[in-house]
């Protein structure tokens, strides 16, 4: 749940990365604590990996200045894409505010996706909202594979799976190189915020 302090001006933002397993959404909270480094003012929390997944998850503060003569801060999170993680995805998306959900392009990755999608649907829904209802952008991560020959779902094939009802905007992007992982960040922020304040008004 968002924390507006009128009094302060502040508006506090909490903003989740969901997507399966390996999917990336570590590597995109990565690569915008190097890229904003000098506006992040604490470290990258990410609680408990073994290798490089998410056990529980990652958790990245940032301020983004002023809309409309509010503080905006931003809370980024990750939660575990690994199945079995279900409870703390669950908790993870307490209060949120928006999601980002990071589908991986492999193509043998075609089913995971749908699945967390659904699971996203599920775990929402235990705290009586659904899709339609929180702010989403939809990231089709890891493109740079395509110039490695792997085989990768198409964009046409993404948005069929994925995208058919919800209609939510979509980035191709690559967490580990960059394009299209700060443009997908702004997008939901953006997109937070003006539900917030439709709501304040
Ligand atoms: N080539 C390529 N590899 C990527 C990209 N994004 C992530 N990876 C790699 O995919 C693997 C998994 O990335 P993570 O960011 O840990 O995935 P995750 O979604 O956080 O995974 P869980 O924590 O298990 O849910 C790592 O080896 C990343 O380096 C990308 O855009 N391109
Ligand atoms: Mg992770």
Same mark, same amino acid.
């Given at each position: #749940? ?12 909490? @903003?989740?990365?969901?997507? *399966? ?13 190097? %890229? ?30 002023? @809309? %409309? ?21 669950? =908790? ?35 705290? %009586? ?5 929180? *702010?989403?952008? =939809? ?23 994925? +995208?058919?009802?919800?209609?939510? *905007? ?5 967490? =580990? %190189?960059? *394009? +299209?992982?700060?443009?997908? #960040?702004?997008?939901? @922020?953006? #997109?937070?915020?003006?539900? =917030? ?5």
């Amino acid at each position: #749940m968002a924390i507006i302090n009128l009094k302060k001006g502040e508006v506090q933002a909490k @903003i989740v990365y969901y997507g *399966p397993g390996r999917g990336g959404k570590t590597t995109n909270l990565e690569y915008i604590y190097r %890229k904003f480094h000098d506006r992040i003012k604490t470290e990258m929390v990410t609680i408990k990996t073994h290798g490089d997944r998410t056990l529980f998850f990652d958790f990245l503060p940032i301020e983004i200045g002023k @809309i %409309k003569g509010f503080d905006i801060r931003i809370q980024l999170y990750t939660v575990p894409g690994q199945v079995k993680y279900d409870a703390t995805r669950r =908790l993870v998306l307490r209060g949120v505010d928006g999601v980002v959900f990071v589908a991986d392009s492999l193509a043998v990755r075609r089913k995971e996706n749908i699945l967390s999608l659904k699971n996203l649907a599920d775990n929402l829904a235990t705290y %009586k909202k659904s899709l339609f209802d929180v *702010p989403m952008v =939809l990231q089709y991560n890891k493109r740079d594979l395509q110039e490695e020959g792997i085989p990768l779902l198409s964009l046409e094939a993404l948005e069929k799976d994925l +995208n058919t009802r919800l209609k939510a *905007p979509s980035f191709e992007a690559s967490a =580990l %190189k960059g *394009p +299209n992982v700060v443009q997908t #960040m702004k997008r939901i @922020i953006v #997109m937070t915020i003006d539900s =917030l304040r439709r709501d304040l008004t």
